[in-house]
């Protein structure tokens, strides 16, 4: 039988060779469970395969090999105990479990192996911010976020964005700044964990100090008698505009004993941390890592 001809969301496996056939033929992952008739959590497990297999119309293929009438393919695939449930993917097993797992369990066994509509709301609002249709791709990216508010990687995708537009757009930046802090405070705490999390939150600490028509010069002045919001705002200017080194020798002159002291140091130096958590440039941040470290000990 050909895959393509199948309109069920499971087939029973009558043969080996018809097994080897569709391994062969199936261009989607293929879902075998090996079962057998007397296993009491084999028919537990098997009909969550089948609504998951319905679920996912056509992303995976569920074959059912009962273990009884298929000992060569229980031997051949070194199935020990019942159910077990192996997922072949290009003709090779890709993973697998055993026993009688909860949907949940399952539905995170397959989630690598399958598309998600949120996936293709990504691609999409990459084509859309590639080609200067930022409205469209943000749009996007808050549809994909909707779908999945869990998944580390949609969620950063429209934080990024944001900061990335508020630093392209000033006339945007104050809108896109809220809107990356409200989604922040939403987030899961097991989200703000991440590490890419954790950058992106710098990023907005120090986009937002950058926020204002402060003078540049009356900062400075400011910040060299003592003012730690002021060595913020413009250390957050110049980062901003591109000046990264530039804004980490400020903060870093500013920690020189007997300039600051107190809150305004620690202020200071949050700030200085802040900043090289943003840097794409890893040698610049671990250079300036260094001399921080130096300084402080």
Known sequence: MSVTENTSPWISVSSEGDFDRLLE???????????????????????????????????????KVNADEQPELAARYAVRSLPTVKLFRDGQVADEFMGALPEGQIRAFLDPYIDHEYDRLLALAQQDLDAGEYAAGLEKLRQAVALAPAEARVVLSLLNALLQRAQSAPAQAEDCLAEAGSLIEQSQLALQRDPGFIQACSRLHLLRAGQGGDDPQELRQAAEQGDAEAAVRLAGQLASSGQEAAALQFLLDLLQPGKLSGEAKDRVRKSLIDLLNTLPDREMANHYRRRLFALLH
Do not use: H
């Open 25 to 63: 033929q199936s261009r989607v992952p293929l879902l075998v469970d090996f079962w057998a008739s007397w296993c009491a959590p084999c028919r537990a497990l098997m009909p969550l395969l089948e609504k998951l297999a319905t679920e996912l119309q056509g992303q995976i293929l569920l074959l």
